[in-house]
């Protein structure tokens, strides 16, 4: 909202956290329960959370306590106790903990063959099942054309903070097999980029 003295763009949005729900529900129909991976401090994590909660229910879906992001014994003892009963999925939300603990969590998802939805392209492309976020590439481009404005003279507060409008879903191929996931087409078809 113009204004403040500040401008800029926002990553994400709270109602991407129910985006992913569903997605995740289509890629893995038999998900019954999910855990959400997520940082307890980061304040956009409880927005998110909500977001997945009020959809879980039409989907039929079980939200479990999350699962803190904040060092490897409390991912691994968390996946490990969410894994113990059948049909599960995983929702891995932005944080900087999960950027730092990418492959550790990735492992466990594909070692406990638990579909998993993941923020950023880079974790479907270091193995992840699948991702829905953000095009970074595309929210840099947007800045440059902001910084253009002000450095020509236009005043920061009149421009109105921007969400992102283009948004990446990837589906990791060579991952689904190694779970037993067959990825329906209309999902393929969808889909920015296929890993194969």
């Not at 003892?77 to 944080?95: C, D, K, M, Q, S």
């Amino acid at each position: 909202r113009p204004g403040g003295n500040t401008t800029g763009f926002t990553v994400f949005e709270f109602d991407i956290g129910a985006k992913w729900l569903e997605l995740l529900k289509e890629i893995a129909p038999r998900v019954k329960r999910v855990a959400v991976l997520r940082d307890p401090t980061n304040p956009s994590g409880t927005g998110l959370m909500g977001a997945i909660q009020a959809v879980a229910p039409s989907l039929g879906v079980e939200v479990s306590s999350p699962v803190g992001l904040r060092d490897t014994g409390e991912i691994e003892r968390g996946v490990a106790a969410f894994a113990r009963l059948e049909n599960g999925g995983l929702i891995v939300t932005p944080a900087s903990f999960a950027l730092v603990h990418r492959d550790l969590i990735i492992k466990l998802a594909a070692q406990h063959r638990l579909p998993t939805i993941y923020p950023f392209r880079l974790f479907a492309n270091d193995g992840g099942l699948l991702s829905y976020g953000p095009d970074v590439v595309d929210q840099y481009w947007r800045a440059a054309g902001y910084v253009n404005r002000i450095l020509k003279g236009e005043v920061a507060a009149n421009l109105a903070v921007q969400r992102s409008t283009k948004l990446d879903l990837v589906i990791n191929l060579r991952t689904a097999k190694a779970i037993g996931i067959a990825i329906p087409q209309s999902l393929l078809l969808r889909a920015d980029e296929v890993i194969q």
